[in-house]
């Protein structure tokens, strides 16, 4: 019986024992020293996106009527930015332009959304100067990461580990190893699964994430056990020797 017990006490000891395989991130990075960077980000813009544009010139007064201020073409963003109207996209992928009227923007980023508009307002404008912004950039992060929530970003351009490091890293019982992003993109959702122990994750089309991104951090076999009556096996072999122990001292 004794021996039973040192049994139980050596597993318990061996099964609380995380995996380094398990816990630490980039295992691999060595291969990554010195290899050319080839990401170039700039986010896309999609239906429901809404875009603060800015318009400026020399002279004031011809701007004037370019920078709308009806309801029927600015909605008002109150979550991020409760001082500034923005241009709504619509479910068919144009915004409504003082003046110009439609302008198709949904498939495009930034820069070609500034390049056409300031083509088409150099016929009226001499020497304008266009900003175009995503107002309601956001990624959202859940499971098990210690601060879940929805974050603003506000330079539109946040890589996955940026995230997580945003809601303050994995707990000890998030799998590293299966992070699960859900994305909207072209009228489809999108899901893909990221290893954080490996550098693959700095080649993945996901490093950089999305306005709207969902970010899903699952519990790993430890952490599901703990939501049952006996949490996990560590604990399943502390009641056993309590129990073998228990029935040591009654029957001698």
């Known amino acids: 019986m004794k021996k039973v ?9 061996l099964l609380s024992c995380a995996s380094k395989k398990e816990i630490i991130y980039f295992q691999d990075i060595e291969k990554l020293d010195l290899q050319n960077i080839e990401h170039n980000f ?48 619509t479910a068919e992928g144009y915004i409504r332009f003082p003046v110009l009227g439609d302008i198709i ?13 300031k083509a088409d307002l150099s016929v009226y404008i001499k020497d304008v100067v266009v900003d175009v912004r995503i107002m309601n950039f956001t990624v959202t992060v859940l499971g098990e990461v210690l601060n879940p929530g929805v974050f603003n970003v506000n330079d539109e351009r946040i890589s996955l580990p940026e995230a997580i490091a945003l809601a303050g890293d994995f ?10 992003i859900i994305r909207e993109q072209n009228g489809k959702r999108r899901v893909a699964r990221i290893d954080f122990t490996t550098s693959d994750l700095f080649n993945s089309p ?28 560590p604990a399943l072999l502390s009641v056993v020797t309590i129990i073998l122990s228990s029935v040591i001292l009654l029957t001698r």
Not at 5 to 13: E, N
Not at 105 to 117: A, M, P
Request: no cysteine; net charge negative; charged share 25%.
């Open 5 to 13: 017990i040192i049994l139980s006490g050596i597993l318990l000891l």
């Open 42 to 89: 700039e986010p896309i813009i999609e239906p429901n996106d809404i875009l603060y544009i800015s318009i400026s010139a020399i002279n004031e007064e011809v701007v004037r009527p370019f920078l709308g201020n009806s309801e029927a073409t600015s909605t008002t963003v109150t979550n991020t930015n409760p001082g500034l109207r923005g241009y709504l996209v």
């Open 105 to 117: 923007v949904s498939g495009n980023t930034r820069g070609e959304v500034v390049d056409k508009l």
């Open 171 to 180: 707990t000890e019982d998030g799998k590293r190893k299966d992070v699960l």
């Open 206 to 233: 996901y490093y950089f994430l999305k306005q709207n991104d969902v970010v899903y951090v699952e519990p790993s076999l430890r952490g599901v056990k703990k939501s049952g009556f006996i949490p996990d096996i």
